[in-house]
């Protein structure tokens, strides 16, 4: 079994709600959820919004490896309303240098470490290149590593 770290976020609609389902989700779909973070809200980060988002760590076994993760993330993303429109990882057409384009979304779940990974990839990036950044992401993390 591999252990994962997921980093969870939502900004639209019922946003604990939806955290509650997209862990329930990952629990049927990727593995067993074994530890959970306490939910951290926090402000839009690296775009301006007057939706603050509520966020969530968690740490889940699983038999499946770095891709299917990923795939599972994109398909309970999908099943819990986000679309193309909420999506970060498009670049941003006016720059010389493409960074990602953030939206409101009513979620967003990421892989923030698999094992002891590392990870390169177009589509794949382990650790999560970013998470050392976000205080959303590394205080409920910090709170449920070992």
């Not at 968690?58 to 398909?75: D, F, R």
């Amino acid at each position: 079994m591999h252990q994962v770290y997921l980093g969870l976020g939502s900004n639209l609609g019922d946003k604990e709600e939806t955290l509650r389902k997209a862990i329930s989700l990952i629990n049927e779909q990727i593995g067993t959820v074994v530890r959970q973070s306490a939910l951290f809200y926090s402000e839009p980060w690296g775009y301006e919004s007057e939706n603050q988002f509520v966020n969530a760590v968690i740490l889940v076994e699983t038999p499946l490896s770095p891709h299917q993760v990923l795939k599972a993330n994109q398909h309970i993303e999908h099943q819990l309303g986000k679309t193309e429109v909420h999506a970060t990882d498009r670049p941003s057409p006016s720059s010389n240098h493409p960074s990602p384009i953030y939206h409101d979304r009513p979620i967003d779940i990421d892989i923030l470490l698999f094992d002891d990974l590392h990870i390169d990839e177009p589509d794949l990036k382990i650790p999560h290149p970013l998470m050392h950044e976000r205080p959303f992401v590394m205080i409920p993390l910090n709170e449920i590593r070992e």
